[in-house]
């Protein structure tokens, strides 16, 4: 509470001058001192005075418990003064940084706590136990040694927290700021020179166990210079993308004696939740008819029949489900394929562990190249 008087005193000083001051003269007269010696703290060089000043203000703005930094500077002196308690992890390496700090006659020694080390092993091992409300990043500039510090650090930033990122012109930091730019979790106040000043929103933590990088704005947009095929591809039904991969590995590799038809039911046909697919086929030695089916939009497919399909006399038929009660009147598709072993053994297990589970989770379709035949028929579930 101290440090929450302190520094509204000194906006509210800074807005009302009909009286003096002497918290906002005191603050502003150790801001200056702390400028004036910054030069000599860190070999490695320092904030310009016009970030360090745009630091103190965004700062005097909250109620700092507790804030961290990586590195350590006239940043640090400053958060001494206006956080109850500021943790510094930090490796001096002979550039001077923690030592000068700690010898400072500018520094509230009793408000600081230094973690000194490489915070590639320091931060992993620390243990945060209370929220931050500013994170200042301004340790090592490697890849990925900034994204590590992030990592570590932003489950802990409060709704409302500032982090601040420091040195947006290298490359490797700069990747991180244009992550963040885009992140839901934060929205950009201000860049100052090269540092830049973010706010944490109330938008959920991001599981830092888990994936979901498709949730993640910055992966909004993949990068079309690898996947302009793809997605040209993508404009094109299933059966055409597949046809012409058959018609390339027919040139490079000849015909195969496979041969798989769908008879029933017709393109285009009206199915209800359930109903039969026949059709007819040509099996070389070692090979097997799976007939599978999916909704047009989904990506994956279901495996329909429990087990490969039976061939008699070069005709067959399997039961086919048709999705749920939700899926009415949606476009499905049907494919019949002649598959080798791999493929074989690979849904066997599929059906395995359907029993097993009662899960049904999708398969893929194996490229066409290894697919012996393969026929592929749409129809529309009723309404």
Same mark, same amino acid.
């Given at each position: ?22 918290? !906002?003269?005191?603050?502003? /007269?150790?801001? /200056? ?5 910054? &030069? ?9 005075? $016009?970030?360090? #000043? ?6 005097? #703005?909250? /109620? ?37 700090? $700690?010898?400072? &006659? ?50 802990? *930033? ?6 601040? *990122? ?36 109330? =938008? ?8 979901? +990088? +498709?949730?993640?704005?910055?992966? =909004? ?6 996947? +302009?095929?793809?997605?040209?591809? #993508? *404009? ?20 195969? /004696? ?14 209800? !939740? =359930? ?18 089916? $999916?909704?047009? !939009? ?63 989770? &999708?398969?893929?379709?194996? &490229? ?12 529309? #579930?009723?309404?």
């Amino acid at each position: 509470m101290r440090t929450y008087i302190l520094s509204f005193l000194c906006y509210y000083s800074r807005r009302n001058r009909t009286g003096a001051s002497t918290v !906002d003269d005191s603050l502003d /007269q150790i801001c /200056q001192d702390i400028l004036e010696v910054a &030069p000599g703290l860190h070999s490695a060089g320092t904030f310009s005075a $016009r970030t360090f #000043k745009a630091i103190a203000r965004a700062a005097r #703005k909250l /109620q700092i418990r507790n804030s961290v930094e990586t590195g350590s500077g006239a940043s640090t002196l400053l958060f001494s003064h206006v956080s109850e308690h500021h943790t510094v992890f930090a490796l001096d390496d002979g550039s001077g940084s923690v030592t000068n700090v $700690r010898r400072s &006659p500018l520094l509230r020694q009793h408000a600081v706590t230094f973690v000194e080390g490489p915070t590639q092993v320091t931060l992993p091992q620390h243990r945060f136990a209370e929220k931050l409300q500013v994170v200042l990043i301004d340790g090592p500039h490697g890849y990925p040694f900034p994204d590590l510090e992030y990592y570590y650090l932003y489950p802990h *930033l409060e709704t409302g927290a500032l982090l601040i *990122l420091d040195d947006i012109h290298i490359p490797t930091v700069h990747n991180l700021f244009q992550f963040l730019r885009r992140d839901a979790m934060f929205v950009l106040d201000e860049v100052v020179r090269t540092t830049a000043f973010f706010t944490r929103t109330s =938008a959920p933590t991001f599981d830092q166990f888990g994936d979901g +990088w +498709w949730q993640q704005k910055y992966n =909004a947009r993949p990068l079309l210079r690898y996947t +302009w095929r793809e997605e040209i591809k #993508k *404009l094109l039904p299933t059966s055409m993308q597949r046809g012409v991969a058959r018609m390339k590995r027919r040139v490079l590799r000849g015909f195969s /004696q496979a041969s798989v038809e769908i008879l029933v039911p017709q393109s285009g046909a009206i199915v209800t !939740d =359930a109903g039969l697919v026949e059709g007819s086929a040509t099996l070389p030695p070692d090979s097997f008819l799976w007939v599978l089916a $999916r909704r047009k !939009d989904f990506s994956g497919w279901w495996p329909q029949g429990m087990g490969a399909v039976p061939v008699d006399r070069n005709r067959w038929r399997v039961p086919v489900t048709y999705g749920g009660p939700q899926d009415r009147g949606s476009d499905f598709e049907l494919a019949a394929l002649v598959v080798r072993q791999a493929t074989h053994r690979l849904w066997a297990d599929w059906v395995a562990r359907v029993r097993e589970t009662g899960l049904f989770p &999708p398969v893929q379709l194996p &490229p066409p190249g290894f697919v012996l035949g393969e026929a592929f028929r749409t129809v529309t #579930k009723a309404p």
